[in-house]
């Protein structure tokens, strides 16, 4: 379902804001919705991220697992921007992200990993 009939530049998306505590998407330059989930997709998502921070201090890395954005391009435009579950970053890269929103741009470094928490509503 797209929200608008217009198209977002990305700088439009991030200032975007409609009054709602509605998230979404950034596809092609519309605005996508994005659902609260299930109580079970909610649940898988925060045992993934809880499973990477103990991995994590436990290999004694400089990683951290967070909840961000990740912008990429689309058939040469740079008007899409997703939101996964879970990302996996360097600290120093986290870290750098403090004083602006919470996204990674295509030339910045890449993720270490990053994880879509599947749903299927039967």
């Known amino acids: 379902m797209t929200v608008a009939l217009q198209r977002f530049t990305f700088e439009e998306y991030l200032a975007y804001d409609d009054g709602t ?8 330059g ?11 997709h909610g649940r898988i998502a925060k045992f993934l ?3 990477f921070d103990a991995e994590i201090a436990r ?8 909840k961000m954005a990740i912008r990429s391009p689309r058939a040469g435009r740079w008007d899409t921007c997703r939101i996964p579950d879970v990302v996996v970053l360097q600290s120093e890269q986290w870290a750098a992200l403090a004083d602006k929103e919470a996204v990674i741009e295509l ?8 994880a879509e928490v599947g749903s299927a509503l039967m």
């Open 21 to 28: 505590d509605t998230r979404y998407e950034l596809v092609n």
């Open 30 to 40: 519309e605005l996508i919705p994005m659902s609260i989930g299930t109580g079970q």
């Open 49 to 51: 991220e809880s499973r």
């Open 59 to 66: 290999l004694g890395q400089e990683w951290t697992a967070q």
């Open 107 to 114: 030339y910045d470094p890449r993720p270490l990993l990053i």
